[in-house]
């Protein structure tokens, strides 16, 4: 006891220097380099073939990407997403590629969307997975293609003609857009699970 209070200055001292390292680097250091990112940095500069038929330049496919980047914040994907594959748990049979930093240095993950929590699964590699029309069906109510699924509807992205048929609006159409172009050209090896006994 008597020792702590002997040195009670000097930890004091190392209190408020570890302090202020921690604001250095989980707050400020992290500050700075959001604001390096060019807003256009890592867009596309190329419209993929398999979205050519929606989006005629790659402007406007960069315009889709960002506001689908907006909605994903906007509707709380993250809360229950990831966009993180951690190089442990052999997470990279699952998921693909593990991350690297470099990936998240584009304008797409301003603010940066790596996600505290998995109720859903990691979606860093989600390009490809699925087609567009089976994320439409989701989006509009998850359970029409996984019917234990917990997620929420999105139906208020989409929109109904003079028909009566819901087909997507444009939000439901950019937030497509954006997660066809999660980890693009990134495999994902899940054919090499081993078969479980
Ligand atoms: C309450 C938590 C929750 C929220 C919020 C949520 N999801 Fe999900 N999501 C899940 C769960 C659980 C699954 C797994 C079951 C399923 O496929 O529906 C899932 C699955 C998915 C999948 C399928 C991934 C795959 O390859 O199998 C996609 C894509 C997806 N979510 C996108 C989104 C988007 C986009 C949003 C925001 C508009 C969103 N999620 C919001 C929980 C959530």
Known sequence: M???EKFSGVFLIAG??????AMLSLGIVPAMMVDRVHPQQGLPLEVPEDQRIHYASAKEYQAALLLGRD???AEGCWHCHSQYVRPVANENLQYGPVSTP?????????????GTRRVGPDLSREAGKKS??????????PRFTVPDSVMPGYPW???????????????AKALVAYLQNLGRG???DVGDLPPRE
């Open 102 to 114: 470099g990936e998240y240095q584009t304008a797409l993950h301003r603010p940066q969307l790596l």
């Open 157 to 171: 992205l989409f929109e109904r003609n003079a028909d009566g048929q819901i087909l997507p609006g444009p939000k």
């Open 132 to 141: 567009d029309d089976w994320h439409y069906a989701h989006l509009y109510d």
């Open 71 to 73: 909605i994903y914040v």
């Open 2 to 4: 008597k020792i702590i």
């Open 16 to 21: 408020l220097f570890l302090l202020l390292g």
């Open 186 to 188: 990134m495999e994902t």
